[in-house]
Nanobody
Framework: QVQLVESGGGLVQAGDSLRLSCTVS????????MGWFRQAPGKEREFVAG????????EYAESVKGRFFISRDTAKNMVHLQMNNLKPEDTANYYC??????????????????WGQGTQVTVAP
């Protein structure tokens, strides 16, 4: 059974940094594309960042470019999202997701097969 577990969320001040981690268990994810999405109350789930299996294809939402950085540690079955210079508008529940078939990063949530439960990030002004 595949499980994705996020960690690293919390309450921070604007301008602070956080590092989210996602641990994948149940299967090796070396050939999967991994993504981070977020969802704020009353809003749709939106793409944040993604990285394909070879790490050649990396995508970011325009709103986080230059501030967020995604990486993967295949040996540890983990994916990380380094978030710098956080803003109040980054407040959301952040989800890790796995696309088991894609060779490139997809930004549509329906392309992803497995999802974690999410970790809350709250950025105070």
């Amino acid at each position: 059974q595949v499980q994705l577990v996020e960690s690293g969320g919390g309450l921070v001040q604007a301008g602070d940094s956080l590092r989210l981690s996602c641990t994948v268990s149940g299967r090796t994810f070396s050939t999967w594309t991994m993504g981070w999405f977020r969802q704020a109350p009353g809003k749709e789930r939106e793409f944040v960042a993604g990285i394909n299996w070879s790490e050649i294809h990396v995508e970011y939402a325009e709103s986080v470019k230059g501030r967020f950085f995604i990486s993967r540690d295949t040996a540890k079955n983990m994916v990380h999202l380094q978030m710098n210079n956080l803003k109040p508008e980054d407040t959301a529940n952040y989800y890790c997701a796995a696309d088991t078939k894609g060779m490139v990063v997809e930004t549509t949530p329906t392309k992803y097969t497995y999802w974690g439960q999410g970790t809350q990030v709250t950025v105070a002004p």
